[in-house]
């Protein structure tokens, strides 16, 4: 009964390792507004922007077209894929020279040594020289031994140098910024929309969501994919305002080879695959320190990670290989199991 009541109150979208659930309202139910909703393909993934527009529809599109634009602005700033971006003439001087960047950008690398200082490495935006032998594609193959020990090398976030607004990283180095950027994106997109006077609103960047205010004066219902099911299987689902929830999973891109479950999230220590856990949800302030944490959680499992949660004031949930739950106290408290 309850599966069939959930089915009629809401209709469902994956977005990454959440599931949004938008509720439809009970009859007589006064509507304060309606929900502007605009999807767009951005950063190697789809967008997602909700507005309730109070009776402003025109103003409503017009702030979700500059927090597009402000989206857009960011990309073309931080994206490693972009070669005219700045950090992508970091890369290309790595060893010859430094680089002088924005000032943002500046600051993003400076917050993102110091997550790598707090995850104790799990997190290091030196990434790349992993992901240039992990490919999650139909030719996957699992590399060589050596060939994971020749790519450690080349990933280590204390080598990086600021000097003002210069950067520089020695050569056979690269920075990625993929696991902290479009996080910063999300709450700024969100800040983009609150300034305009929107501040009942979802930004969700492929699964990286802040929940801004309510949906028509309720807290925005978010539902938790399950790790070993089909994907929009919920685990669970909570009810949030003013927060950002972040799923981390191994079921997100992964190929078996021999009984094992190789997948994207790289313990940047080992070189492999972090297998203390199969899924992390995080309940954070913003979407930047989300999607930095739910990973550095995941690579350190349920005591390290656990306890790094706790030490970050953020709300875990945490799913081991055997399929235990690991709750903080107020993930805890707004989990409702399915």
Same mark, same amino acid.
């Given at each position: 009964?309850?599966?069939?009541?959930? &089915?009629?109150?809401?209709?469902?979208?994956?977005?990454?390792?959440?599931?949004?659930?938008?509720?439809?309202?009970?009859?007589?139910?006064?509507?304060?507004?309606?929900?502007?909703?605009?999807?767009?393909? !951005?950063?190697? #993934?789809?967008?997602?922007?909700?507005?309730?527009?109070?009776?402003?529809?025109?103003?409503?599109?017009?702030?979700?077209?500059?927090?597009?634009?402000?989206?857009?602005?960011?990309?073309? !700033?931080?994206?490693?894929?972009?070669?005219?971006?700045?950090?992508?003439?970091?890369?290309?001087?790595?060893?010859?020279?430094?680089?002088?960047?924005?000032?943002?950008?500046?600051?993003?690398?400076?917050?993102? =040594?110091?997550? *790598?200082?707090? #995850?104790?490495? #799990?997190?290091?935006?030196?990434?790349?020289?992993?992901?240039?032998?992990?490919?999650?594609?139909?030719?996957?193959?699992?590399?060589?031994?050596?060939?994971?020990?020749?790519?450690?090398?080349?990933?280590?976030?204390?080598?990086?140098?600021?000097?003002?607004?210069?950067?520089?990283?020695?050569?056979?180095? *690269?920075?990625?910024?993929?696991?902290?950027?479009?996080?910063?994106?999300?709450?700024?997109?969100?800040?983009?929309?609150? *300034?305009?006077?929107?501040?009942?609103?979802?930004?969700?960047?492929?699964?990286?969501?802040?929940?801004?205010? #309510?949906?028509?004066?309720?807290?925005?219902?978010?539902?938790?994919?399950?790790?070993?099911?089909?994907?929009?299987?919920?685990?669970?689902?909570?009810?949030?305002?003013?927060?950002?929830?972040?799923?981390?999973?191994?079921?997100?891109?992964?190929? =078996?080879?021999?009984?094992?479950?190789?997948?994207?999230?790289?313990?940047?220590?080992?070189?492999?695959?972090?297998?203390?856990?199969? *899924?992390?949800?995080?309940?954070?302030?913003?979407?930047?320190?989300?999607?930095? !944490?739910?990973?550095?959680?995941?690579?350190?499992?349920?005591? &390290?990670?656990?306890?790094?949660?706790?030490?970050?004031?953020?709300?875990?949930? !945490?799913?081991?290989?055997?399929?235990?739950?690991?709750?903080?106290?107020?993930?805890?408290?707004?989990?409702?199991?399915?």
């Amino acid at each position: 009964m309850r599966t069939a009541l959930f &089915r009629t109150l809401a209709s469902l979208a994956l977005v990454g390792g959440l599931i949004a659930m938008r509720f439809v309202p009970a009859p007589g139910h006064v509507v304060p507004g309606q929900i502007l909703t605009v999807q767009r393909p !951005l950063m190697g #993934t789809v967008w997602n922007i909700e507005v309730v527009d109070h009776g402003r529809p025109d103003q409503a599109r017009a702030a979700v077209e500059k927090a597009y634009a402000e989206l857009e602005r960011l990309d073309a !700033l931080m994206s490693e894929w972009k070669p005219e971006s700045p950090i992508s003439q970091v890369n290309a001087a790595a060893g010859k020279h430094s680089v002088e960047v924005p000032a943002e950008l500046r600051e993003m690398l400076e917050r993102s =040594i110091r997550f *790598s200082v707090a #995850t104790a490495g #799990t997190f290091d935006v030196t990434w790349r020289g992993m992901g240039n032998i992990w490919h999650f594609d139909d030719a996957f193959k699992v590399p060589t031994r050596a060939a994971v020990e020749a790519a450690k090398t080349k990933v280590n976030y204390r080598a990086i140098r600021i000097d003002g607004n210069r950067i520089f990283l020695p050569a056979g180095m *690269s920075i990625g910024l993929g696991g902290i950027a479009k996080g910063y994106a999300v709450d700024r997109a969100a800040q983009v929309l609150a *300034s305009a006077g929107f501040t009942d609103s979802v930004v969700d960047g492929g699964g990286d969501v802040m929940l801004s205010g #309510t949906r028509l004066g309720q807290p925005w219902r978010i539902g938790i994919q399950d790790p070993r099911q089909p994907h929009g299987t919920i685990l669970g689902m909570v009810r949030l305002s003013n927060c950002a929830l972040v799923t981390s999973g191994d079921y997100e891109r992964f190929r =078996i080879v021999d009984g094992v479950r190789y997948h994207h999230i790289i313990d940047p220590r080992t070189g492999y695959p972090a297998t203390a856990s199969i *899924s992390v949800s995080i309940m954070s302030r913003t979407a930047e320190e989300g999607v930095v !944490l739910a990973k550095g959680v995941f690579i350190l499992g349920p005591d &390290r990670g656990m306890a790094l949660a706790r030490q970050q004031g953020i709300e875990a949930l !945490l799913i081991d290989p055997q399929g235990k739950r690991y709750f903080t106290p107020g993930f805890a408290q707004k989990f409702e199991s399915q």
